[in-house]
């Protein structure tokens, strides 16, 4: 993009619904971008937020690609259509944000990788915990020891129920997709897991790291949206410790001596601060991509593998068996 004579990027948005509407429409003007086109099938959605946000609406994506020769794409519509637009977006030359999950399946995910390499073009995923304040200092705690001197990570992570209707909304996919990513952006890619699920509800996973550290998860949806619960706890070597809370407080122990601490004065996992749950940071890192020419945290390939984690952790739950996490090449 020309950086010279058009500072703020151009951004286009497909979809209109309610996440986005909430998410991804009010953070793009605080994160430096300016919206110029609103895309939904649902021609009032896309009316509404082009008068509420700005831009023109349209239904058809590439009719306001046409038109508006944007800098930078957003896609926030399912697994499906991220998908399925991502490639025809990069095909244009123009790099894309698509939500999570980037995709149906770990597949379809890697062929959207290829599609980035291949065109050169940027494909990020909007894996908001990547960019969380916490998590960000939890990835420069990991990143001061050498792996060998990681131990371990626990994960404790759960929702209100899920319907599991349709299948992109079940809770391992829509929800605990989340933390799924997390752990390998924190402590590295996983070797092989074995879990145990009640049903499609439930899961305790154990994880092994290539590394060597090993981890475990508990994933649930029989608690509350209003109230979510979302405790981490990583150790290494030495009497070192990160606890981390409601992706907001944390607590660092280094050599057995309490060094560190961080209690802000809300309650964030369910709310709208931007930086604590990391919703404006990804977006602010998307765009400050687009004007610097280069990739994200959360780059596509990033995303491939940890679909390709989260289908380990599928496949194990229903096999009973420890199962191998392999990633391919682009």
Same mark, same amino acid.
């Given at each position: 993009?020309?950086?010279? $004579?058009?500072?703020?990027?151009?951004?286009?948005?497909?979809?209109?619904?309610?996440?986005?509407?909430?998410?991804?429409?009010?953070?793009?003007?605080?994160?430096?971008?300016?919206?110029?086109?609103?895309?939904?099938?649902?021609?009032?959605?896309?009316?509404?937020?082009?008068?509420?946000?700005?831009?023109?609406?349209?239904?058809?994506?590439?009719?306001?690609? $046409?038109?508006?020769?944007?800098?930078?794409?957003?896609?926030?519509?399912?697994?499906?259509?991220?998908?399925?637009?991502?490639?025809?977006?990069?095909?244009?030359?123009?790099?894309?944000?698509?939500?999570?999950?980037?995709?149906?399946?770990?597949?379809?995910?890697?062929?959207?990788?290829?599609?980035?390499?291949?065109?050169?073009?940027?494909?990020?995923?909007?894996?908001?915990?990547?960019?969380?304040?916490?998590?960000?200092?939890?990835?420069?705690?990991?990143?001061?020891?050498?792996?060998?001197?990681?131990?371990?990570?626990?994960?404790?992570?759960?929702?209100?129920?899920?319907?599991?209707?349709?299948?992109?909304?079940?809770?391992?996919?829509? !929800?605990? &997709?989340?933390?799924?990513?997390?752990?390998?952006?924190? !402590?590295?890619?996983?070797?092989?897991?074995?879990?145990?699920?009640?049903?499609?509800?439930?899961?305790?996973?154990?994880?092994?790291?290539?590394?060597?550290?090993?981890?475990?998860?508990?994933?649930?949806?029989?608690?509350?949206?209003?109230?979510?619960?979302?405790?981490?706890?990583?150790?290494?070597?030495?009497?070192?410790?990160?606890?981390?809370?409601?992706?907001?407080?944390?607590?660092?122990?280094?050599?057995?001596?309490?060094?560190?601490?961080?209690?802000?004065?809300?309650?964030?996992?369910?709310?709208?601060?931007?930086?604590?749950?990391?919703?404006?940071?990804?977006?602010?890192?998307?765009?400050?991509?687009?004007?610097?020419?280069?990739?994200?945290?959360?780059?596509?390939?990033?995303?491939?593998?940890?679909?390709?984690?989260?289908?380990?952790?599928?496949?194990?739950?229903?096999?009973?068996?420890? &199962?191998? &996490?392999?990633?391919?090449? &682009?």
């Amino acid at each position: 993009m020309d950086t010279m $004579n058009n500072p703020e990027p151009r951004i286009c948005i497909v979809g209109a619904g309610a996440l986005s509407s909430r998410r991804i429409y009010p953070y793009v003007g605080l994160a430096g971008g300016r919206i110029v086109g609103a895309c939904d099938l649902d021609r009032h959605k896309a009316e509404t937020n082009a008068r509420r946000f700005a831009g023109t609406a349209y239904t058809q994506m590439e009719a306001m690609l $046409n038109a508006e020769k944007p800098d930078g794409v957003i896609i926030c519509i399912g697994p499906e259509a991220h998908a399925a637009l991502a490639p025809v977006v990069m095909r244009r030359g123009i790099p894309v944000y698509t939500e999570k999950p980037p995709a149906p399946s770990a597949a379809a995910a890697l062929e959207v990788a290829r599609v980035s390499k291949h065109t050169g073009v940027l494909c990020t995923t909007a894996f908001k915990k990547r960019y969380s304040a916490v998590y960000a200092k939890a990835r420069e705690w990991v990143e001061s020891f050498p792996p060998s001197d990681l131990y371990s990570i626990s994960v404790d992570y759960c929702s209100g129920a899920y319907a599991d209707d349709p299948p992109s909304k079940t809770f391992l996919l829509d !929800f605990a &997709v989340h933390c799924i990513d997390l752990v390998q952006y924190l !402590f590295g890619d996983v070797h092989e897991v074995y879990a145990c699920a009640k049903g499609r509800h439930a899961y305790a996973v154990s994880l092994r790291f290539r590394s060597g550290a090993v981890g475990s998860m508990n994933l649930n949806d029989g608690r509350c949206f209003h109230i979510p619960t979302e405790e981490l706890e990583l150790t290494a070597r030495g009497g070192n410790s990160i606890s981390i809370s409601n992706s907001s407080s944390y607590r660092i122990v280094r050599n057995g001596k309490e060094s560190e601490w961080r209690l802000p004065p809300t309650f964030t996992s369910a709310g709208d601060s931007g930086n604590d749950t990391g919703h404006l940071a990804e977006l602010a890192d998307f765009l400050a991509a687009l004007k610097e020419g280069r990739s994200t945290r959360s780059c596509i390939y990033e995303s491939y593998k940890s679909m390709a984690l989260y289908e380990a952790i599928d496949e194990s739950s229903r096999a009973g068996k420890p &199962v191998r &996490v392999e990633y391919e090449d &682009v």
